[in-house]
């Protein structure tokens, strides 16, 4: 039941902290919580064919709920993480009208929306503390184990992703998911075959929303501050790449990109001053070379050449 | 009543500059369906050209031009080389044109600093104006409101009137048309294109005036002319200029009067609208 390939992530995930060194922990940490960003992205831009500009604006209120809840009102983990997830799903749920939307319209909507998020962060002084944020959040105490420890946080965030992945693989492997895939190929088809269009697009978005919240929550407990850098356009537009960079369309892939963009933003600004460009011309790259992602290079390579075979 | 006015004043001065980038913008989605999110980045770039041909030269017109001159140059390269590879691919597009703005305003951080820089204004355009009613207001932002009426009354003669304009709105409203009747609308499309970024360019310097220049200002200034493409509908001249006089007035009253929800005064509105017309005021099906 259980693949090399699983083992092969699973047990170096498991024992990472005691391989690596505390930056690298918080690394790997950040990469779970924005590769979890990013396959929230990839349900609608990999599964659904629509492009969301916006999607760091679900992530930073679920953020900023969980750190106002707790830091504000005291109202510890599950009702500051429960609560976190809650508000990002309404948002998502009003936000996810957008759908009626197409093509650029879709794109460009969304965008205008993340960054009302943003907009509202910065001045909505008095209640989100405007560029200065809300910082001091503690720790996550479930039950009665309190995260203080990173490396020990590292595992609940493992856990949530994995939990989180594993629930994602069983939506785009069910009918559901195959119902966004006929929709990303042809939507008129889809409508003629009597599928409600809408309806799949909505839903899609609004567990996607979802998802971005989750992230949103395990952000704030690692970050300890969210301010409005959470619900930037490039926030935005870093989760969109990160999936398209590890490959649309699968589960990996997100969490592959993710790992790039912050081995570049990480490593890269330690030798360089111009690493904004770096990240500029990987953007570039990828959109001309490499369309479908690393994993889809991969696939591209696996694939025989001979025109006529079967594709793997 | 005279802050009503001064506001409205400081609305349609913002609409002006708005208007600069976003009919551009409109109208090389509308004939070319390219999304060019660099376009933020040409305005900045184009501001900072303005200011260091204006440091040497001292003259304001040449600055403009040179600017303009200058964005043309640098959009027709990244068409060239980059845009033009994702045609039809809007996906490809947007993250494409976004890396290149990633680039130009990394270039730009590394050429002028990260402070804000404001661009001099000519002589004639410094100090306050007297207008009718006991009213004064900054003689730069005043101009800049006669400069956009100038501009888009041009650019709505040339849309309009002429047979070039025809062209361009043929090509808006069914491209293939326009190329099964033998018009070649990749020149027309480069001509629009060119257009665009030269006011992008021009728009820098005279944004640069008021809002100065700035890492950041790119995405700052975007984020309003698309909302003004969105309302107004992409692909209409005529959207563009309802729309930026629209966003400009509503940004002006939002931020004097509810300055801590003046963001979502802006871009509320512009998401019910498309609730009720997903296409904008004026735009048509993508």
């Known amino acids: 039941m259980v693949s090399l390939a699983t083992l ?18 918080s690394l790997v940490t950040q990469m779970l919580i924005l590769g979890l960003l990013a396959l929230s992205v990839d349900l609608l831009t990999g599964h659904t064919g629509i492009l969301p500009m916006g999607h760091a604006g679900f992530f930073a209120v679920a953020a900023y709920t969980t750190a106002i809840l707790e830091v504000r009102h005291v109202q510890g983990f599950w009702v500051s993480a429960g609560g976190g997830v809650l508000v990002a799903v309404l948002l998502a749920v009003v936000f996810g009208l957008s759908v009626r939307t197409s093509g650029v319209y879709f794109i460009l909507l969304t965008l205008a929306l993340g960054h009302i998020v943003w907009g ?16 001091n959040v503690p720790p996550p105490a479930v039950a009665a184990v309190r995260f203080a420890d990173l490396s020990v946080y590292y595992y609940l965030v493992l856990v949530v992703v994995a939990a989180c992945g594993l629930g994602y693989r069983r939506l785009v492997r069910s009918p559901f998911g195959l119902a966004l895939r006929g929709i990303r190929e042809s939507e008129s088809r889809m409508r003629g075959l009597g599928y409600n269009v809408f309806a799949h697009k909505y839903a899609a ?20 501050f969210v301010s409005p850098a959470a619900a930037t356009f490039h ?20 969490f592959i990109g993710a790992a790039i963009i912050l081995g570049i933003r990480n490593w890269v600004s330690g030798y360089v001053v111009w690493w904004t460009s770096v990240m500029g011309l990987v ?30 | 009543m005279t802050p009503w006015i001064l506001q409205a004043l400081n609305g349609i001065s913002m609409g002006a500059l708005l208007f600069l980038l976003a009919a551009g ?28 041909v204006l440091r040497g030269t001292g003259s304001f017109w040449l600055a403009l031009v040179a600017a303009g001159a200058g964005i043309v ?60 009613g006991g009213i004064v207001y900054p003689r730069y932002r005043f101009l800049l409101i006669l400069f956009g009426a100038l501009v888009a009354g041009v650019l709505w003669l040339l849309y309009s009137r002429t047979q070039l304009g025809a062209l361009v709105r043929a090509g808006v409203d069914d491209r293939e048309m326009v190329d099964a009747l033998g018009i070649n609308v990749d020149r027309l499309f480069a001509l ?20 100065t220049l700035y890492p950041g200002a790119d995405w700052d200034i975007l984020a309003y002319a698309l909302v003004v493409v969105i309302v107004g509908g992409l692909g209409s001249l005529g959207g563009a200029m309802i729309g930026s006089l629209i966003v400009g007035l509503v940004d002006a009253y939002g931020r004097w009067l509810l300055p801590e929800f003046s963001y979502f005064m802006v871009f509320g509105p512009m998401a019910l609208l498309l609730l009720v017309r997903p296409t904008g005021l004026f735009g048509r099906e993508a």
Request: with cysteine; aromatic share 12%.
């Open chain 1, 205 to 224: 978005f609004v567990i996607s929303g979802g998802l971005a919240g989750v992230a949103g929550v395990l952000y704030a407990y690692w970050n300890r």
């Open chain 1, 120 to 135: 509202v962060a910065m001045r909505w002084t008095t209640f989100t503390g405007g560029e200065n944020g809300v910082s």
């Open chain 2, 25 to 52: 913008f409109t109208l090389t989605f509308g004939l070319g369906r390219v999304v060019n999110l660099a376009h933020g980045a040409f305005y900045l770039l184009g501001g900072y050209l303005g200011l260091t």
């Open chain 2, 192 to 211: 629009v294109f060119g257009l665009a970024a030269f006011l992008a360019g021009l728009s820098g310097v005279a944004g640069g005036a008021f809002l």
């Open chain 1, 8 to 25: 092969a992530i699973a047990i170096p995930a498991l024992a990472a902290p005691w391989l690596l060194g505390t930056f690298w922990i």
């Open chain 2, 73 to 132: 140059a640098v959009s027709w390269a990244c068409d060239r080389f980059l845009i033009r590879r994702t045609r039809e691919n809007v996906l490809g597009q947007v993250l494409l044109t976004v890396g290149i703005a990633y680039v130009l305003a990394d270039v730009c951080l590394a050429f002028w600093g990260g402070s804000p820089l404001r661009v001099p204004p000519p002589e004639f355009a410094r100090g306050p104006i007297d207008l009718p």
């Open chain 1, 235 to 254: 926030a935005s537009a870093e989760a969109v790449l990160m999936g398209i960079l590890g490959g649309t369309g699968t589960i990996l892939g997100p």
């Open chain 1, 283 to 312: 953007f570039i790259a990828t959109v001309l070379w490499a369309p479908h992602g690393l994993l889809g290079l991969v696939r591209e390579l696996r694939r025989p050449a001979a025109p006529g075979s079967p594709p793997p």
